[in-house]
T-cell receptor, first 114, second 114 residues
């Protein structure tokens, strides 16, 4: 069964450093998402991406965040200057064109900012 | 603003018991509702998706129901097994357009004791 692949599975970074989280969505999917889950809290929507542009973003997704689909297969989330409160599990998801179908999530990247 | 609530927050049952997990949402204008499973420190696995026009969906020992007008969904697990121990999350999608974000509950942590 097709999978969404995320790398790395765990990243530790120092406060103020830039990090890039990587995702390989399912190949024929057209919608791409990033969500995050701070320990003990709800999963939160960050951003959705369709047709090579952001289709929606949350209040969390400020100027420190950016997304890119650099080569038609990878989908990345960049955090420019990490803060302690960015520590969370980050999930990538992809979805097909047909709106009746659900999403497929990756196994997540645990980001720890120290 | 859509809010999703899951009750109970935690549940511990002996193996073999049938159980029901509850999800409620404040805005009945949803497009679909999805139930996920999350193992500790792991990703999000989709279990069942119910469209707004549907009343229930079944997969193996799992049955999910949806009462959109009252803003409720239940996940029924029959003949529970220790391997069912995980956190179960429900998430609603608001509408059919390019706004496809999911709004999540906090989850029910289920423990099934052998």
């Amino acid at each position: 069964e097709p999978e969404v692949t995320q790398t790395p599975s765990h990243q530790v970074t120092q406060m103020g450093q830039e990090v890039i989280l990587r995702c390989v969505p399912i190949s024929n999917h057209l919608y791409f998402y990033w969500y995050r889950q701070i320990l003990g809290q709800k999963v939160e929507f960050l951003v959705s991406f369709y047709n090579n542009e952001i289709s929606e973003k949350s209040e969390i997704f400020d100027d420190q965040f950016s997304v890119e689909r650099p080569d038609g297969s990878n989908f990345t989330l960049k955090i420019r200057s990490t803060k302690l409160e960015d520590s969370a599990m980050y999930f990538c998801a992809s979805g097909p064109l047909l709106t009746d179908n659900g999403y497929t999530f990756g196994s997540g990247t645990r980001l720890t900012v120290v | 603003k859509q809010e999703v609530t899951q009750i109970p927050a935690a549940l511990s049952v002996p193996e073999g018991e049938n159980l029901v997990l509850n999800c409620s949402f404040t805005d009945s204008a949803i497009y679909n509702l999805q139930w996920f499973r999350q193992d500790p420190g792991k990703g999000l696995t989709s279990l069942l998706l119910i469209q707004s026009s549907q009343r229930e969906q079944t997969s193996g020992r799992l049955n999910a129901s949806l009462d959109k007008s009252s803003g409720r969904s239940t996940l029924y697990i029959a003949a529970s097994q220790p391997g069912d121990s995980a956190t179960y999350l429900c998430a609603v999608r608001l509408n059919a357009g390019n706004n496809r974000k999911l709004i999540w509950g906090l989850g029910t942590s289920l423990g099934v004791n052998p």
